[in-house]
């Protein structure tokens, strides 16, 4: 019944910018935390950026500065916005949702969004 709604990816030049949404709904009690992480072809899936509900945030190294994530708790809602992207952003993009910061917490996923930086 949880269902994560992502829209926003494209393609795009280097240097360019996007701007990624995630809206989360359906049956969840309680969200702690939200973020996206990416897959980039033959590659594993890696964090990109997290928010918790508190505004605390965690990016990769290869983004910071680049990248900014920001959250609506009101909306259920997590952006990330993308500037200076280069071809190695190329990936999907999938968005995350923590219920609890306990092990047990549940963890929904979003089915991914894609993102291709080429000239």
């Known amino acids: 019944q949880v269902q994560l709604v992502e829209s926003g990816g494209g393609l795009v030049q280097p240097g360019g910018s996007l701007r990624l949404s995630c809206a989360a709904s359906?049956?969840?009690?309680?969200?702690?935390?939200m973020g996206w992480y990416r897959q980039a072809p033959g590659k594993q899936r890696e964090l990109v950026a997290t928010i918790t509900t508190r505004g605390r945030t965690n990016y990769a190294d290869s983004v910071k500065g680049r990248f900014t994530i920001s959250r609506d708790n009101a909306k259920y809602t997590v952006y990330l916005q993308m500037n200076g992207l280069k071809p190695e952003d190329t990936a999907v993009y999938y968005c995350?949702?923590?219920?609890?910061?306990?092990?047990?917490?549940?963890?929904?996923w979003g089915q991914g969004t894609r993102v291709t930086v080429s000239s």
């Open positions: 359906g049956s969840i009690f309680s969200i702690y935390a």
């Open positions: 995350n949702v923590k219920g609890g910061v306990a092990i047990e917490s549940p963890d929904y």
